[in-house]
C-alpha cells in the first residue's frame, strides 16, 4: 500500500461507506494472507472489489499473469487506476451481484475468485448473489477467499447451507488496521 493509495481509497469510502469495506486499503500482510493458497498454477482469477489494486499486486507476486486476472470494481474512482496498473487485467465496471448475468467466461474455467467486498454491510440478497455468481465461473475445486475485519466468516449459514458451502478461516492478522481475517469458502464435498 502507498501513501497515494489511502486517499482515494478514503475519499470513495467518505462518499459511500457502506460501499467500501473499509477506510484504507489493506495492507502488507492481509493481503499476503489473502493470495497464500493462489498461485500461477490456479489459472484465471477473478478479484471482486480490488479498489487500488493490493490484493491484485499480492496475486501477480504470487505469479498469477495480469492476463489471468478479471477485476470487477464498482466504485468509478478505482477504474482508471486500476486500467493504468494492471494494463494486462481484464477490468470491469460493474457490481459483482451482476455476476451471475454476465457471460465473462465460457464453462467454469476458475480458480479462485479474491473478494475485498464488505459484504457485512450487504443485504442477505445480495451475498446470495455474489457467492452464487461467483461459483458459477469456480471449477470444482476452486474457491473463494474473503477478507473480514469482523469477528467471523461475513456469510451467514443460511446461505453457505442453500448454496452447499463451507467456510474455514485459513488466517488472521493483527498487522492490519483494522485487524483482518481471511476465509475460504468452497463447495461441500459429495457424500459417500
Not at 459511500?16 to 493481503?31: F, H, I, L, Q
Not at 507476486?61 to 489471468?68: A, H, S
Not at 487506476?81 to 451482476?98: I, N
Amino acid at each position: 500500500m502507498s501513501a497515494a493509495d489511502i486517499l482515494p481509497f478514503f475519499l470513495a469510502w467518505v462518499r459511500n461507506p457502506m460501499r467500501v469495506a473499509a477506510v484504507a486499503p489493506s495492507g502488507p500482510v492481509a493481503a499476503s494472507l489473502m493470495a497464500q493458497e493462489i498461485s500461477a498454477d490456479t489459472g484465471p482469477v477473478i478479484e471482486l472489489g480490488p479498489g487500488t489494486g493490493v490484493f491484485t499486486h499480492a496475486l501477480l507476486r504470487r505469479g498469477v499473469r495480469q492476463q489471468d486476472l478479471t477485476l470487477v470494481e464498482y466504485g468509478s474512482d478505482f477504474i482508471p487506476l486500476l486500467q493504468q496498473r494492471f494494463p494486462g487485467a481484464r477490468v470491469l465496471w460493474m457490481d459483482a451481484a451482476w455476476l451471475v448475468k454476465e457471460k465473462l467466461f465460457e464453462g467454469a474455467p476458475v480458480g479462485a475468485v479474491v473478494s475485498g467486498l464488505g459484504l457485512l454491510t450487504m443485504p442477505p440478497e445480495k451475498v446470495l448473489a455474489i457467492l452464487g455468481g461467483a461459483f458459477a465461473y469456480l471449477r470444482p475445486d476452486g474457491a473463494f477467499y474473503q477478507i473480514t475485519y469482523g469477528p467471523r466468516c461475513p456469510v451467514p449459514d443460511a446461505i453457505l447451507d442453500r448454496l452447499d458451502l463451507r467456510a474455514s478461516c485459513i488466517g488472521q492478522t493483527f498487522r492490519n488496521l483494522p485487524p483482518a481475517s481471511v476465509y475460504r469458502i468452497s463447495r461441500r464435498p459429495p457424500y459417500a
